[in-house]
């Protein structure tokens, strides 16, 4: 069974420009979440989906984050215009039973 | 203030030894709290997961112990290996409406096992 896969690895943008990120679940898996690290920091809570729904998207700093999930499979999180505090290592995680993530390998974001 | 600290911060040790890391939380209630191994450029990976009416649970060469009342837990890692060199990050999740969790997560302790 694949994993969960995101893509691309590392990103290197300038600041004010949109960076998209991906993230494909495990097949059949309804849950998807979006955390992220930034340097030195915990990681948090950004949004989830379940199937293409947004359920919580408490998480997400502020308008310029955008995410989506077309017909309830991969996900894409926009950043548009990216800032300099929005570098970190953004990790998408999915799951189908109560307790049995599986995270991604995340993508390092970042903005110079 | 985060909700989750652990410590130590980081720690350096032998192969063949074993080691104990800390975990305090403020997060209550609580719905399960869990370890997870992250190793340099992965997603974390799960090692253990514990309800609150746990006190300990077990992954081969790892024990994780839960005392739900003084809001405290640790991971025990016995005959350490050099593939155990990674951080060991401590999350607690808060308790669920439907499919809705989120997870509070440590700042992890960096380990590193040298030969």
């Known amino acids: 069974e694949a994993g969960v896969t995101q893509f691309p690895s590392h990103s290197v943008i300038e600041k004010g420009q949109t960076v998209t990120l991906r993230c494909d679940p495990i097949?059949?898996?309804?849950?998807l979440y979006w955390y992220r690290r930034v340097m030195g920091k915990e990681i948090k809570f950004l949004l989830h989906?379940?199937?293409?729904?947004?359920?919580?998207e408490s998480g997400m700093p502020n308008n310029r984050f955008l995410a989506e999930r077309t017909g309830g499979t991969y996900s894409t999180l926009k950043v548009q215009p990216a800032e300099l505090e929005d570098s970190g290592v953004y990790f998408c995680?999915?799951?189908?039973?109560?307790?049995?993530?599986?995270f991604g390998s995340g993508t390092r974001l970042t903005v110079v | 203030k985060n909700q989750v600290e652990q410590s130590p911060q980081s720690l350096i040790i032998l192969e063949g030894k074993n080691c104990t890391l800390q975990?305090?939380?403020?997060?209550?209630?609580?719905?399960?709290l869990r370890w997870y191994k992250q190793d340099t450029g992965r997603g974390p990976v799960s090692l253990t997961i514990?309800?609150?009416s746990e006190n300990t649970k077990s992954n081969g060469r790892y024990t994780a112990t839960l005392d739900a009342d003084t809001k405290q837990s640790s991971l025990h890692i016995t005959a350490s290996q050099l593939s155990d060199s990674a951080s060991y990050i401590c999350?607690?999740?808060?308790?669920?409406?439907?499919?809705?969790?989120?997870?509070?997560w440590g700042l992890g302790t960096s380990l590193a096992v040298n030969p």
């Open positions: 995680a999915s799951s189908q039973a109560p307790y049995g993530y599986t």
């Open positions: 097949s059949g898996h309804d849950n």
């Open positions: 989906f379940v199937k293409e729904s947004k359920q919580d």
């Open positions: 975990c305090n939380y403020t997060v209550s209630p609580f719905s399960n």
């Open positions: 514990m309800t609150f």
């Open positions: 999350v607690v999740s808060e308790p669920h409406a439907g499919n809705n969790r989120k997870l509070i």
